[in-house]
């Protein structure tokens, strides 16, 4: 099993959820790690929880769907770490609505920021990963892009292009030591499950947070010469 002590990884939508949990469990394991999301203030608190780790631990505000903001923030990271190692692309949003009722502008917006969010972040990290021929790049779909269901057809087609970007990049990517894998939870208790009233808080017997960044951890702990290509977590309770 890999030793991931010292590795340095940034985590987009990280101050609270899956992206929250997985930047506990890598300061955990002695990862340095940067989270970034919208809201400072969430940031701020997830940083202080990270520091206990004794890792080194930063924050950046700034919207993922946003290319020049992503440009100019990614770099900051990236020199203040001192270098990058992981990328896990958390961030994304999603709405209900059936689709002729869902406003053009959020359909337009869950594209932006899921898809495009990913392209751009991961456009600025990878350079760097090339550059050093190793490196991590942990994508987050769901299991609404391996299926469609009614009235979440953004989302879903956002989840399905997640799918298709990350297993072309690893494609690519496979010769440069860079490892690419794209990750399929079901439904998690998390604050965007619960506010979309798909889930009540507290629910028992679902998928908590931790349990899905404890996949991703596993599959960083793999020796370098195997990759987790894909992965779906599923709760045991039907």
């Known amino acids: 099993m890999g030793n991931l002590k010292h590795k340095k990884a940034i985590v987009t939508g990280g101050g609270r959820g899956l992206g929250k949990a997985t930047a506990l469990a890598f300061a955990k394991e002695g990862i340095d ?5 919208r809201t400072e203030s969430v940031l701020k608190a ?3 929880e990270l520091e206990t780790f004794g890792v080194k631990a930063i924050y950046s505000v700034f919207d993922v769907s946003n290319y020049d903001q992503v440009k100019n923030s990614i770099k900051t990271i990236i020199d203040t770490l001192g270098g990058i190692d992981i990328l ?13 009722d869902m406003p053009v502008e959020q359909w337009r917006d869950i594209i932006q920021i899921n898809v495009m969010g990913m392209y751009y972040v991961t456009k600025e990290v990878l350079p760097h990963l090339i550059n050093q021929n190793e490196g991590d790049i942990v994508n987050i779909s769901s299991t609404a892009g391996l299926n469609g269901n ?16 990350s297993e072309s990049l690893m494609k690519e990517v496979r010769k440069n030591n860079i490892r690419v ?18 889930l009540e808080k507290g629910s ?34 039907p």
């Open 46 to 48: 997830t940083v202080n």
């Open 33 to 37: 790690v940067a989270i970034t999301g």
């Open 150 to 165: 009614a009235n979440i057809s953004a989302y879903s087609a956002s989840k399905f292009a997640v799918i298709g970007m």
């Open 181 to 198: 894998n794209t990750l399929t939870p079901s439904t998690i208790e998390s604050d965007m499950t619960i506010g979309l009233g798909m």
């Open 204 to 237: 028992e017997n679902v998928l908590q947070p931790q349990d899905f960044a404890e996949l991703i951890v596993a599959g960083l702990r793999l020796p370098r010469r195997a990759m987790l290509k894909g992965a779906a977590l599923w709760s045991t309770n």
């Open 88 to 100: 896990v692309n958390n961030a994304g949003i999603a709405a209900i609505g059936s689709f002729n």
